[in-house]
């Protein structure tokens, strides 16, 4: 028998592990203004990614929509439960927002086409890929329609300005495609006008009392077109013969009409092409070493006990909450705070182990299957099937495998488990929304609440096998494909 070992130091634990840890470039999570309301959520599936020290940029991967931007820190998490319990809010003040509907649009209209405000779009408005990282930047890889689009968040500081950039690498189109860039105001008091310094560079400039917001872009064709529609700032672009690489710069909010961005647009030369950063980037996280301490074998078992690595240079919170091997014997280790680390060390003969952290930022994994050396983590967004492109011990890829599973307001509903039955198909399963009132729940339930479900060998069809079902952590699948998996009693699932 094996058991995880943490040596608690002496001094009593900080009540803000969420907060204090490092979780590399980026974290996936529910975000919210509010941890005490519902209403307060912007996101549900959102990715935020730290494009500077002090500035932080938030994609949604169910609406492929950039949802927020802020300077100031990074994120804060409450105490209750480590971060379970309330979703983090920004740590800052916002820049740029956009309200919650598809980031692009294949007919000019915004709607919303689910019929729920969970999930992702229809396939055939676009499909989130997965994003890459090389360093600490990080490139969403996502397709609208049948157009694929590599789409890069950055940040630079233009006269003492924080100025948020996007960078897209567009394939070739048919048709018209348009870009929501951020929610504007369009009443009888704003003003909006393009000017272009050059053919293909230039800056929209919308202008209420004596509020002025300015939008560089630089590479667009020129028949490009920019539009204020229901409070929201559009980019228009045409079909494109050949693939196109531009990039967007949102201004501040402020006052006067200071003009930051001449020599932002006066910069020659293309923009820049993202295929590079496909590529793995230098490796960002070292070994660490813990010792093992072996059982004694003098009773009717023995337990080993597998030391973690608290003591870490980024304060890690681990939690170990999923594990399976690789092909060579080494562990997979989920930890509910984000991060897979690879254990090498476990055999016959136990002594030194050597952790390594994999992949980070990852939305409260609680499942991992390895398939053929693949990773495959249950995230509460999605599963993700992580890639090693080098071979260096660091995740470069986190592809997007299914994101179909809705993630809704309440943060008891996890995604747990991760299995696969003898024809390769998957199997995972999602709690139900806490506490119970009289009339049901504090949240919206969803046909995803409370469910098992059975996932494709390809990720392509997701389908709920089971349901009723209230906290299912812990499952597996016997001879026969035979399912068996624990609960607890609460909401509809009677006292065992």
Known sequence: ????????????????????????????????????????????????????????????????????????????????????????????????????????????????????????????????????LHGDRVVFSYRIGAVQVLDAPGFERLENRPVFTRTFNVDASVESLSLLVSDVPDGPASTFETRRQTPANGQAVIRTGEATRRIGFRGLPPDARWRREHRQLILDLPPLKEPLRFEVALGPIENGNGDYLTAYLARTGEVADLAPLRQPGPPRWREIETQAVVGQDNASFAVDELTLPEDNPWRSYLRPSGLDFLPDGRAVVASLSGDVWLVDGIGETLGTLRWKRFATGLNQPLGVRVVDGKIYITGRDQITRLHDSNGDGTADYYENFNNDVMAATNFHAFTLNLETDSKGNFYFAKATPWPPVPKGVKAEITPHHGALFRLSPDGSKLEVVADGLR????????????????????NWVPTS
């Open 471 to 490: 906290n299912p952590n812990g499952m597996t699948i016997g001879p026969g494909d035979e399912i068996v998996y624990s609960d607890n009693e609460g």
């Open 1 to 132: 028998m094996i058991a995880w070992c943490a040596f608690a130091p002496a001094q009593p634990a900080p009540v803000d592990l969420m907060t204090a840890m490092d979780h590399g470039p980026f974290v996936s999570s529910t975000l919210t203004d509010d941890p005490l309301s519902t209403s307060g959520i912007f996101v549900y599936k959102g990715i935020a990614v730290r494009v500077a020290p002090d500035a932080v940029l938030v994609f949604d991967t169910d609406l492929l929509r950039v949802a927020r931007g802020w300077t100031g820190g990074f994120l804060k998490w409450s105490p209750a439960r480590h971060g379970l319990q309330e979703w983090p809010t920004p740590d800052g003040f916002s820049h740029h927002t956009t309200g919650p509907r598809p980031g692009w649009s294949r007919n000019k209209n915004f709607t919303d086409p689910r019929s729920r405000p969970y999930g992702p779009v229809p396939a055939t408005v676009g499909r989130y890929q997965g994003l890459y």
